[in-house]
């Protein structure tokens, strides 16, 4: 689609937006450039581009989601914000595909919190810091030990965890429960839940969630 001469390989968890900024780095390109190619790519030239690539899980959807975002409600993927592990891209170089979970909010190789700003001058890290590992406003790293650390809560990291057992598992049990969800419909149960955690609801009658759409037997 691109007719880049030089196409890297993805890692088998690397997030789309790291890896297309990988890939304009690696050709020299602008990557405002090779993001606006793709964002407005005919539908076929990007589907075949992502058979031909066989890269991870998330492509597809959040190519789709960058391509025409949905307006309401949680996202499955963030497209706009951009969290990291400082460690991580310290130790691997790239962006995980997990992290744009949007409610995904902690590492799960370290049992640490993501990043969503820079360290710097605080502004909310986007996909532009992928192109560099670094802030695009003020140029500091965003890779590293040399950040404040927090340790992940168990509820946020059961959370993140749900996600990635269901995304790199080779089978989902047969049994129903919640186990037996795939990791959009865990991801519509918790933000289902997670909304009615918020202080506002308790101004309104709670509803039980309508489950239907889960499509659970
Ligand atoms: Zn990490
Ligand atoms: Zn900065």
Partial sequence: MFGLLINPRPHQDESLL???QRLAKANGLPRKELLTAFARADET?????LQMMEGPL???AVSAEFRDPRPKGVKLW????????????GEAGYWRESWGLTLVTTCSVHGTELHGRCPNCLKETDPSAMSANSCQACGTSLSGTNF???PASDTAAWLTSGFEDRFYA???PADAGLAALTYEQFHELSSRLAVRSLPTERTQPLKVADSGSLGMV
């Fill in 148 to 150: 404040e650390i927090a």
């Fill in 58 to 60: 998330s492509w597809p």
């Fill in 170 to 172: 080779d089978s989902l």
């Fill in 45 to 49: 030239d990007v589907a075949d581009w």
């Fill in 78 to 89: 963030t497209t706009h914000h951009a969290r990291y592990c400082p460690i991580c891209l």
């Fill in 18 to 20: 790291g890896y297309l």
